[in-house]
């Protein structure tokens, strides 16, 4: 993305968070918890969708990822055999992971996660206020109901701030095509109604509905004019609008505002797999490549994240194997190792030897490790700590 696009998408990301500490400040201003956590322990989790290791770290599949692999794997505790032993889907994955227990729901967030989330162990027990816990997703279905869980003595109240960056778009978007400059407004005429159709519609994949019920979900009209002349320029120079760019974009924008004590970024870019284009997929692997070192960056050049530090990256399943009766790359559905058994990557202040654990874990088991990171270590819990990194 060249600077003046990068540009007008930052300008949205500003204002988004913007937007946010607006109604934070009125819908929490009695709240008497921790605030800012800028000279304390930081906590990153990054998962990155769909992404089999035939694709990634396999001799196949390591021109898809130079910067994991040239730049960040020397310097890590990196965990070739991590198992997702759930069930592979988006919601009941990452629940699984902010959990650290098995989860079994329905597969679009129609209800909370069943066991306390980090986020809500962190607050509850640290007293961290909510602005210390955010998570940031390029997909919708983890964002309604992913910041805290449905237990009694915890939820909504000790939840994490919760973005869907890509909802942004949508009025955008449909604003763009029925309301265009004159000489393309035949066209954007005649595109509104599959537009339209395509967002909203819940039926689709991921062009299926970028929605978010309540009120809660209306844009900005500050937001919602820079959004327009971004999509403009993007439109007028035929380069897709990648939403995991966006998502990076706003997490960059809380970093530098928040510095959150624990910050969950999901990427789905890889997603397109669903739509069945392999090069679009590897697109995305690229593109997850190329943010998770720019976020590695940023973590360095930012002194409230700087040597105090602990970056996860992990997909969260893999995909099926070519020639299954599902697709192969297309979905994440088969009982097979190429859907189950992933990869994960530990950089900063937890890593501070670089290592390769043979030894298989488990998805379950980053909820007791990141607790015990922030000294809780009395969780019950059945993950168990991941070997090889420094409390």
């Known amino acids: 993305m060249d600077a003046s696009r990068r540009n007008l998408l930052k300008a949205a990301a500003i204002l988004l968070v913007d937007q946010w500490a607006d109604f934070h400040t009125l819908a929490f201003a009695g709240q008497s918890s921790r605030a800012s956590g800028k000279d304390e322990r930081k906590v990153i989790v990054v998962a990155c969708g769909g992404i089999r290791r035939t694709d990634s770290f396999d001799k196949a599949g390591l021109g898809n990822i130079p ?6 794997l020397p310097q890590s505790v990196f965990y070739p ?24 729901l329905g597969d679009w967030g129609e209800t909370r996660p069943a066991s306390p989330t980090l986020f809500e162990y962190l607050r509850k027990r640290m007293g961290l206020s909510q602005d210390n816990t955010w998570f940031i997703s390029s ?23 919760v973005v869907f960056p ?13 309301e265009g400059h004159a000489e393309h407004s035949a066209d954007r005429a005649t595109m509104q109604p599959e537009i339209e159709a395509i967002l909203k519609n819940s039926d689709n994949y991921e062009g299926l509905g970028w929605s978010v019920s309540g009120e809660d979900s209306i ?21 897709p609008i990648s939403g995991d760019e966006f998502t990076m974009l706003v997490s960059e924008e ?24 392999y090069s679009m997929h590897l697109a995305g692997i690229r593109t997850m490549d190329r943010l998770v070192y720019e976020l590695w960056n940023m973590i360095q050049a930012n002194p409230s994240y700087s040597g105090r530090t602990t970056l996860f990256v992990l997909p969260e399943f893999g995909r099926d194997f070519d020639g299954s009766n599902s697709n192969g790359f297309f979905n994440h559905r088969a009982i097979d190792d190429s859907t189950s058994l992933t990869w994960m990557m530990c950089l900063g ?37 991941l070997p090889g990194l420094s409390a």
Request: with cysteine; proline share 4%; hydrophobic share 40%.
């Open 81 to 104: 055999n991590i198992r997702n032993a759930g069930a592979t889907s988006h919601y009941n994955t990452i629940s699984s992971i902010l959990t650290g227990d098995w989860q079994r």
């Open 166 to 178: 890509k909802q942004l778009l949508i009025s955008a978007v449909i604003r763009a095509a029925s």
């Open 349 to 385: 202040e937890a890593a501070r030897s670089a290592d390769v654990v043979e030894r298989p874990v488990q998805h379950i088991d980053l909820c007791p490790t990141i607790a015990g990171l922030f000294g809780l270590k009395d969780l019950d819990l059945p993950g168990k700590p």
């Open 139 to 161: 997909n919708k279905a983890l964002t309604s109901r992913i910041g805290a869980s449905s237990v009694r003595d915890f939820g909504p109240r000790y939840g994490a701030n």
């Open 254 to 277: 809380v970093m530098r505002r928040y510095a959150p004590s624990l910050l969950a970024i999901t990427f789905s870019d890889v997603e397109v797999a669903h739509f069945g284009s």
């Open 67 to 72: 910067h994991l692999f040239r730049d960040l």
């Open 219 to 239: 844009l900005d009209l500050r937001m919602e004019h820079t959004m327009q002349k971004a999509i403009e320029d993007l439109v007028s120079t035929n380069v």
